[in-house]
């Protein structure tokens, strides 16, 4: 598991919003390293987590689902689309198409998913469960913000 230094050199902005995307980005960092070895970054995981649940569903239900612009969601799908841990084919009609896990995409995501409770633990034992309780109500509270 990844020890997190307990030092914050770091001092923050005036800004809200300028310290809100620090620290996403920082986690989000943090994630794609811990996940590194399994080829996959936080994105794409969430990703194919999300069609192992689905299985057959559209881009447009999934990128809802996921709550990501269909724009990104195209762009987190081309990388998995090559490296055949998803397949897209033809909708029911000529306006869809239809995504899937493959097995390569299943093992693929199995191994990241190891990863991640790795880094997740990392997480919990770094912040202390008060504070990760709170910040998650926090979170939640200004992704309301945009319905």
């Known amino acids: 598991m990844k020890r997190i230094k307990e030092v914050y050199p770091k001092h923050p902005s005036p800004c809200n919003c300028m310290n809100i995307r620090r620290a996403a980005h920082a986690v989000t960092q943090f994630y794609d390293d811990v996940l590194a070895p399994s080829g996959l970054t936080t994105a794409q995981l969430g990703l194919l987590r999300h069609l192992e649940v689905t299985e057959h569903i559209t881009m447009s239900e999934l990128a809802r689902i996921m709550r990501i612009d269909r724009t990104t969601l195209s762009r987190n799908m081309k990388p998995l689309t090559d ?37 997740q633990k990392s997480i919990e034992e770094y912040m202390g469960e008060a504070d990760l309780v709170k910040l998650t109500q926090l979170l939640s509270k200004l992704e309301a913000l945009v319905p």
């Not at 299943?106 to 191994?111: G, H, V």
């Open 83 to 119: 490296a055949e841990l998803i397949n897209v084919k033809p909708g029911k009609d000529s306006r869809t198409r239809e995504i899937m896990l493959t097995q390569n995409g299943k093992a693929a995501m199995l191994s990241g998913w190891m990863l991640w409770k790795e880094a």
